[in-house]
């Protein structure tokens, strides 16, 4: 309380003009006092007739005689002698920054205010400002932050005060502008016009907020599928490690196994060579010692000793073996073949699955396909060229599979295909190894009378009417002869015109629901585009096949 009471007499004894500690203090009439020199100079530069009181306003018929005031002179040399200081620093003096009261003398206020009007047209500090708020005429004043940019407000050409907006030239202008070099043109006030524009920056600014709403939730839904996509992914390379090393396993037990079943056989086989080995050495041995008694019996000199030991010998036994026959190059060689047969198999198979694997991989595509339009040239289509190789395993009896299994040809006689639940059996029909999503594009070249270049899922019957091409909700088939095209799906026929050709393009984005079929020669012609949901992975199909020899063939595009 102490330290306030001090700041308050800091206060009182401080002039309300130049703010700082009262010198030559005088107390007018109406009871305010001021520094003598303050309240003279207030009087001599103001305008009004008659001299007032700078704080309440109280006018004089004539300019008061001033004497100084003796008792608040001792009461502020005693204030300064106990430490009473300046007018603090928070009173804010302008500063080079700042811009100062237009009306304070010696060291001058920040201005709080800029009065703008045709009467006057100035800075004022808090003091000089208070008249603004006491005076009728002068509280009808616009009051305004202060700037230094005062002089923008003046006409350079007038010098009055802009209060006016040209619509037609789009600047601001003083009255006199308007009756001169702009008159007759779209002439409003300036507040009219600020309010104006102040509406269409509310409904901009309105627009932008919504659009950073949009925006911020689109970065929260990104970093969302971020965090989604790494865990998706660190969980399928865990998965993924864990089915290979399952494999691995599972072929060292083979490996084991077969090792253990060529060293099961390898002792059978040893033991029994060994057995029968042991068997021919004794036969052996009874006959040399067989030889050995006769040749004795051969040596001996009495005729009748010979004859009757000779007609005493046992009859010589035929040998239990017959002659032994061996294969010294078949030996375990069969089950090298057999295994060297698993090799390739498991090859054959890692290789198409592989392709299946890359392709799913690769079509992993967090953001929506819409925001990559359908390409315009066929150099744009190539860049989402894939290669289409046809699975044997599906493929009618009497097609063909070559060219490293891009082409089907229609034969007059069954091929050597073994049973296998995905073979069309009533149709000349065929499917992809490769499923399909994400966003692909390849080519058939046909060399036939008619070729159906379709689209399917892999559950497609097999057999039936139900399993041609476009004759189910299953697959999307384009019929192409030399005359006409036929979009066929769900067993509803679409005609379609357009220029005849021996290579048809199709386009698929599955994530965008978009399967297009393209004319493709010197340049591309769109047939027909479909607009769906594709719910599964998809297979590329062909049906080929009214005369023998008819074929049809993926190309290769890279």
Not at 69 to 79: D, F, G, I, K, R
Not at 189 to 194: L, T, Y
Not at 478 to 488: A, G, R, V, W
């Amino acid at each position: 309380m102490a330290q306030k009471g001090v700041q308050l007499d800091q206060e009182t004894f401080c002039c309300s003009i130049c703010l700082e500690v009262l010198k030559d203090p005088v107390t007018i009439p109406c009871g305010h006092s001021y520094c003598m020199n303050c309240i003279n100079n207030f009087w001599d530069e103001g305008e009004e007739k008659l001299p007032s009181c700078p704080q309440c306003r109280q006018t004089f018929t004539q300019k008061p005689e001033l004497g100084k005031n003796t008792m608040l002179a001792a009461l502020v040399e005693q204030m300064k002698k106990s430490g009473l200081q300046a007018a603090p620093a928070d009173h804010c003096y302008a500063g080079p920054e700042d811009v100062a009261c237009d009306f304070c003398s010696g060291r001058k206020l920040k201005a709080i205010i800029i009065i703008i009007c045709v009467v006057c047209l100035a800075y004022y500090c808090q003091k000089h400002l208070q008249p603004h708020h006491d005076a009728a005429p002068l509280k009808k004043h616009q009051l305004v932050d202060p700037s230094k940019n005062l002089q923008d407000n003046i006409c350079p050409r007038h010098g009055e005060v802009m209060k006016m907006f040209c619509r037609t030239d789009q600047k601001s202008i003083c009255y006199l502008c308007s009756v001169e070099e702009h008159k007759g043109h779209d002439i409003v006030s300036a507040a009219a016009e600020r309010t104006e524009r102040q509406r269409e920056m509310e409904v901009s600014r309105q627009q932008i907020q919504q659009q950073i709403q949009d925006r911020e939730k689109d970065v929260k839904l990104l970093q969302q599928e971020v965090e989604a996509i790494n865990q998706s992914a660190d969980k399928t390379v865990e998965d993924s490690e864990e089915i290979f090393t399952e494999l691995i396993s599972l072929l060292q037990k083979r490996s084991s196994d077969v090792k253990q079943q060529i060293r099961s056989q390898q002792e059978t086989e040893v033991r029994r060579v060994r057995e029968l080995e042991e068997e021919l050495q004794q036969e052996i041995t009874d006959l040399k010692r067989r030889d050995a008694e006769m040749k004795q019996l051969s040596d001996t000199e009495d005729h009748n000793q010979f004859l009757h030991n000779y007609l005493s010998l046992p009859p010589l036994s035929e040998s239990i073996h017959s002659s032994i026959s061996i294969h010294p190059l078949s030996y375990f060689q069969d089950v090298t073949a057999a295994v060297s047969e698993v090799r390739g198999r498991l090859q054959d198979i890692l290789r198409d699955t592989w392709t299946n694997i890359s392709l799913t991989i690769t079509d992993v595509d967090v953001l929506l396909s819409d925001s990559q339009p359908e390409p315009k040239s066929r150099a744009g289509f190539l860049k989402y060229s894939c290669e289409i190789t046809l699975d044997p395993n599906t493929a009618h009896t009497l097609l063909l599979l070559s060219e490293e299994n891009r082409k089907v040809t229609f034969m007059d006689e069954n091929q050597s295909y073994s049973d296998h639940p995905d073979r069309f059996t009533d149709y000349l029909q065929v499917l992809s190894r490769e499923s399909l999503t994400g966003r692909h594009y390849w080519e058939v070249e046909r060399k036939a009378n008619v070729v159906f270049v379709a689209v399917s899922y892999k559950n497609i019957s097999r057999s039936g009417d139900e399993s041609l091409f476009g004759n189910n909700d299953n697959s999307w088939s384009l019929y192409c002869d030399s005359e006409k095209y036929i979009f066929l799906y769900n067993s509803i026929d679409t005609f379609i015109s357009g220029p005849p050709t021996s290579r048809i393009g199709v386009y698929l984005d599955h994530r965008a629901g978009v399967l297009s079929f393209y004319s493709v020669s010197e340049t591309m012609t769109l047939l027909h585009r479909v607009q769906t949901s594709f719910t599964q992975p998809l297979h590329a199909g062909v049906w080929v096949g009214k005369n023998v020899g008819d074929s049809a063939e993926f190309c290769k595009l890279r």
